[in-house]
């Protein structure tokens, strides 16, 4: 689903990624750890298609097709989807309205028609219920005021919303508590399919417990240096990331 | 060759009044550039007035000429010359155009986006109608069920023959004469407007607003509109029109008074989107409005305006709160793109006991422009418990253009609560990305941001007018982030 060849990005001339390969297919859970400022993030938004990166070499291929020279909507509507390590707050829009603006204009990339009004209510009830997201909610300002996980807790609402095909998770487990992570989590494995790839991106083993990755990378300088399946993460939270540091190093 | 005096142009006029014999007998739509007695005399006579009212245009004339152009405003722009205006023009003479194929395809495109009909179009653009549009029909009806409230609504040259009495009483009672040096000009010269007058205790049981539309196309550019509301009544005005209107007239400069007397209710709503000038800052509309509600007991009088248009807008709607336990309410939304430049606010004077004003402005600026907010709270010493809330908030776009905010608040009255509140914010990159990450292009992100931080104010118009008002202001902010 989601080949990434050799990619090579930087923003402002520094450069940040330095070759990463990636094969996901569909179905699968992939994690991404590292330590802070690998270049974790990065990857993120270069694959969702932020301007600001510039991609020197390689490409992202999404279904076959090269998606670098796509802007960050029609990626979008490919079924690319992020969830922010920071939601930017927009004020005056109900979370309502602008997931009836993100899906209708998803619909409208496709040639179909707004999605009709009770079909977008039930929509909204079942995954609000699924979430344990109170309805008052959804009439509050986009992420105006939000506790960190109500944030974290409304991505992944959208995200049920916009039923991705390709979901990256950045750092989605942080400023969560016990409860709030189990829900988020507990809402990402419902939404697992064998059609969808999730990518998860993460500081901590933690959030592995509940999402329960089929490999796990590790993201240091640029590269990714190590690949293995859930152990990897398990070592990693018990050794922390010296050791691959110095593997590397070696 | 010497210098052009004002005893040369008296000259030329003498002249050019043989010449075209406008005098006695005026056969031309249009009147010879430049203003003097004459030329006020002779459009109250082209009107038919009674020598009241030329005499208070003379008035306000003999005013006028003594004052001089104000300069406190934050806007810069080369002054019109008043001796090279024409004061009158018959409106709707003739139709502009044959058919809506010699209309300018912009204009054309933008009418299809607001959804007007294509009978409107046509109106507005000044294309000659072949078909007898339900317009006139509509117009007419809506004049039945009002009539039979008792609601007088006409245009204001209609009221001075047809209702002498209540404009005689009414007009220049809440911006005189002698007020302003555009509110003079206007007073002197003011070519038509509209007249409303509501009776005791009568609900206007409709909007004043589609027949307002159709007929507000093509009025003059000194509109004088006069609404009284009589004690205990209620009435919704909507002035303006979401389409584009692409004025020949350089100069617009209005005047609204508002009268609501004892426990009555104005609600008063504008729309304007008068030619901006182009994307270089060329040509465009300048609009100069003096527009002012006088509150008695108990009344309320709320302002609710949407500026998108003009090259430069002057205009502070406010409210004399002199009843006891009157209310003002101001609400705003002033959009600047490009080159345009806006210094709007308002002006909320207590003088009554527990009388109460609100004041929400939001500002827009893109592109190159300024955009001013400029309010005055007056607390007047005998005004007990007045209280006042105001909040400005300004959405910038681009690192090019300017918000400014300039309140003024004078608390005469130990017992006042005075709030004011300002916030200043940025359409931020994040915000653009986080948009188009969930499938919303550009456009529609800033759309989506700039209705959201209008929200307040776009919730206070009536349903109909809202819907349009948003899709205007998207429009105003097309291609502004590039």
């Given at each position: 689903m989601l080949k990434i060849n050799n990619l090579h990005a930087s923003v402002e001339d520094k450069a940040i990624l330095k070759g990463i390969n990636l094969d996901v297919k569909p179905g699968e859970v992939h994690a991404i750890m590292g330590p802070n400022g690998s270049g974790k993030s990065t990857l993120a938004s270069v694959v969702a298609g932020k301007?600001?990166?510039?991609?020197?070499e390689g490409e992202i291929l999404l279904d076959g097709e090269n998606i670098d020279e796509l802007g960050p909507e029609e990626r979008a509507h490919k079924g690319v989807f992020l969830s922010f390590q920071y939601p930017v707050e927009i004020p005056g829009v109900t979370v309502t309205n602008f997931m009836k603006t993100a899906i209708n204009e998803t619909r409208k990339a496709k040639g179909l028609e707004d999605m009709p009004a009770n079909e977008m209510l039930k929509m909204i009830r079942e995954k609000s219920e699924m979430l344990e997201i109170?309805?008052?909610?959804?009439?509050?300002?986009?992420?105006?005021?939000?506790?960190g996980g109500e944030k974290k807790r409304n991505e992944i609402f959208q995200m049920a919303m916009l039923e991705p095909k390709l979901a990256i998770l950045d750092e989605t487990d942080s400023g969560l508590d016990i409860d709030a992570l189990r829900i988020v989590a507990n809402g990402v494995n419902k939404l697992k399919s064998k059609d969808n790839a999730v990518i998860v991106i993460t500081h901590y083993q933690r959030l592995l417990d509940y999402i329960v990755p089929d490999y796990v990378h590790v993201l240091y300088n640029g590269r990714i240096v190590k690949s293995g399946t859930k152990e990897l993460a398990h070592e990693l939270e018990a050794k922390g990331y010296d050791w691959i540091k110095e593997e590397v190093g070696a | 060759m010497s210098k052009y005096t004002e005893d040369d142009l008296r000259e030329e006029l003498k002249t050019k009044e043989y010449e075209y014999?406008?005098?006695?007998?005026?056969?031309?739509e249009t009147f010879p550039n430049g203003l003097n007695e004459d030329i006020v005399r002779a459009i109250s006579k082209k009107k038919d007035e009674p020598e009241w009212m030329t005499e208070w245009r003379l008035q306000a004339f003999k005013v006028w000429k003594e004052m001089t152009e104000p300069e406190w405003a934050n806007v810069h722009y080369e002054k019109?010359?008043?001796?090279?205006?024409?004061?009158y023009s018959a409106p709707?003479?003739?139709?502009?155009?044959?058919?809506?194929?010699?209309?300018d395809p912009e204009l054309l495109a933008t009418f299809e986006k607001l959804g007007i009909s294509l009978d409107e179009q046509k109106k507005l653009a000044g294309v000659a109608m072949d078909v007898v549009v339900d317009s006139v029909s509509v117009a007419t009806t809506f004049k039945k069920t009002l009539a039979e409230k008792g609601i007088i609504f006409m245009s204001i040259s209609e009221a001075i023959q047809e209702h002498p009495e209540l404009v005689k009483k009414y007009i220049g009672t809440v911006v005189p004469q002698k007020d302003n040096f555009y509110a003079a000009l206007n007073s002197a010269v003011f070519s038509d407007g509209s007249f409303c007058y509501i009776p005791k205790g009568v609900k206007c049981p409709m909007e004043l607003s589609t027949y307002f539309r159709i007929n507000?196309?093509?009025?003059?550019?000194f509109e004088r509109t006069l609404v009284i509301a009589d004690e205990g009544s209620y009435v919704s005005y909507l002035e303006g029109c979401t389409a584009p209107s692409r004025d020949e007239n350089q100069l617009h400069a209005a005047v609204v008074e508002l009268i609501a007397l004892d426990n009555a209710e104005i609600k008063y709503s504008t729309v304007q989107n008068w030619y901006p000038g182009n994307a270089e800052g060329q040509g465009g509309v300048y609009n100069f409005v003096t527009k002012r509600g006088l509150c008695e007991k108990n009344a309320k009088i709320s302002w609710t305006q949407v500026e998108t248009g003009s090259a430069v807008t002057w205009k502070y709607p406010s409210c004399v709160l002199k009843g006891d336990n009157s209310v003002g309410e101001f609400y705003s939304i002033a959009v600047t793109n490009n080159f345009q430049q806006a210094d709007t606010g308002t002006k909320m004077i207590h003088l009554g006991k527990n009388t109460k004003s609100t004041i929400i402005s939001k500002g827009i600026s893109a592109g190159k422009s300024q955009n001013s907010y400029r309010g005055l709270v007056q607390i007047s010493p005998r005004a007990e418990n007045a209280r006042n809330f105001s909040q400005c908030d300004s959405l910038l776009m681009g690192n090019e253009c300017g918000a400014h905010t300039f309140p003024y608040i004078e608390a005469n009255n130990k017992s006042a609560q005075i709030e004011h509140e300002a916030t200043t914010s940025k359409i931020g990159e994040d915000q653009i990305f986080y948009c188009n990450q969930r499938g919303i292009d550009t456009e529609k992100a800033i759309a989506l941001i700039v209705n959201g931080f209008s929200k307040e104010v776009l919730n206070k118009l009536p349903m109909e007018f809202a819907v349009e008002a948003q899709k205007l202001l998207e429009i105003s902010l097309e291609g502004s982030v590039g």
């Open positions: 301007e600001e990166y510039e991609v020197e109170d309805r008052k909610f959804l009439s509050r300002s986009l992420n105006e005021g939000f506790s | 014999g406008f005098y006695t007998d005026i056969e031309s019109p010359d008043f001796q090279a205006i024409s004061y709707n003479s003739k139709p502009k155009y044959d058919s809506l194929d010699e209309v507000q196309a093509g009025t003059g550019q």
